[in-house]
Every structure is written in C-alpha cells, then in structure tokens.
C-alpha cells in the first residue's frame, strides 16, 4: 500500500528566506508521480509542484522546486524567497501507475506541514 | 472559465441525518473524485466517478454514496450522520485521459459539521 509521511506539523521561516518541507514516501510500484498542494484558509488544495518517478531532473515551478532522491524515497519542497502570503498548509500527496489514464487514479496525502511566514 | 464549484460551502446537522453535498466540476473535465478531509489532517479518497459511474473506491462504508450527472456534476451522499464524519468535504475533477500529470482540480469544499 502506498503511503505519505510529512513529519513537521509546523514550520516557521522569515520573509524573504527559503525552506524546506520534508516527505517521505513508500510505493512498490515503479511507476509512480508526487504531488505537492497548497491549501490556504480558504480550504482550495492548490496544485503547486510535479515530479515522476522516471523524472530524470528534480522539478521547479518558478519559486518552488522539489528535491527528489528516489533511493531515499523523499520528495522534499523547497520554497525560495518566502512570502507573506506562502503561509498556509502543504500537503504532499503521490499516485500510483502511469500512461495517459492518470485522471482515473486516486492520490494517497499526507497528513501536511503548516507553514508561517513571518515579517 | 469556472473551476470546481461545490455547495453548500458549510452546513451543520444532527446526528442520524442525512446531507447532500453537490460539486460541478472544471470544464471540459469527466472525472470527479470526492476527498474528506477531517481536521488537522490529509484528504482522503471516498470514491470516483467517470460516465455516470463509481468507479473505485477508498476505505469508506456503504453509508456515503455518490452520483453523477450527465454533465459530469456530482453529488456526494452521506446517511446516518455521526459526529466522525465532520470534515471538510473536497471535490476533484480531472481528465479521464489526463495525461502523464494527471493534475487534479479541486473545489474549495463544503465543510460539515455533525452536532
């Protein structure tokens, strides 16, 4: 069975400076992709990040980048520059399988790091 | 274009009751998967639905129930309410054909409370 750990309930960080929000993962299936989401107040989980396991090169999406080392099975966020308004829960979450049907399968969360920024 | 809508964005019952939660997914999108997300704690997977269908299923008993319409809106029900199931409710819709990413769209949910 697949499954998502996220050991820092809470982190704090200065504005302006980065940080990094652990995960672990455990899967037996090769095949497999890892998501992060943000979710604010509001409750809206907010796509941020997307790295397949075949991913040769750790992904970055402008001010968030993952750090993937598949032999430890960690798929760490990392936010640079920390904003006022990055304060919010992450949740890190993964889905099994591969192939253009990805839409049919159902991911596996965390139990997600609350982030705050402080000024 | 309009994301993942759902309603009611809060509701309080009692227990013993009955709830209906609603949810339109993102244009274009066939595929809508429904999340409980209980307080302090991960979304997890109660079902999905793909051509009026459930097609799978997470750990949740018989007494959550779902539909889907024939464009693509769905509904998520739950019967004999107890005080567990307060959770924020989260919808998602996807492309069945979604591609390597398969990204995933979610509502703002419904967040629930059983007294």
């Known amino acids: 069975a697949q499954k998502i750990t996220q050991t820092q309930p809470g982190m704090f960080v200065q504005e302006k400076e980065a940080v990094t929000l652990d995960c672990t993962y455990d899967?037996?299936?090769?095949?497999?992709?890892l998501f992060w989401y943000k979710q604010p107040s509001s409750g809206e989980m907010i796509f941020l990040i997307y790295q397949g396991s075949y991913d040769q090169q750790n992904a970055t999406e402008g001010r968030y980048s993952l750090n993937f080392q598949k032999a430890r099975k960690s798929a760490n966020l990392v936010i640079s520059a920390s904003q006022l308004g990055d304060s919010a829960m992450y949740f890190c979450?993964?889905?099994?399988?591969?192939?253009?049907?990805?839409?049919?399968?159902?991911?596996?969360f965390g139990s997600g790091t609350r982030l705050q920024v402080q000024p | 274009d309009a994301g993942v809508t759902q309603s009611p964005t809060h509701l309080i019952k009692t227990r013993g009751q009955q709830v209906t939660l609603r949810c339109s997914p993102k244009?274009?999108?066939?595929?809508v998967s429904w999340y409980q997300q209980a307080l302090g704690q991960g979304p997890q997977f109660i079902f999905q639905?793909?051509?009026?269908?459930?097609?799978q299923r997470g750990n949740f008993p018989d007494r959550f129930s779902g539909h889907q319409f024939p464009n693509y809106s769905s509904e998520l029900n739950v019967n004999a309410l107890l005080l567990g199931d307060s959770a924020l409710y989260l919808c998602?819709?996807?492309?069945?054909?979604?591609?390597?990413?398969?990204?995933?769209?979610f509502g703002e949910g419904s967040r629930l409370t059983v007294l």
């Open positions: 639905y793909y051509e009026e269908e459930e097609r």
């Open positions: 244009s274009g999108h066939d595929t």
């Open positions: 998602a819709s996807s492309l069945e054909l979604a591609g390597v990413t398969g990204e995933l769209f």
């Open positions: 899967t037996s299936d090769p095949s497999y992709g």
């Open positions: 979450a993964m889905r099994e399988g591969r192939g253009m049907d990805t839409g049919r399968r159902a991911l596996t």
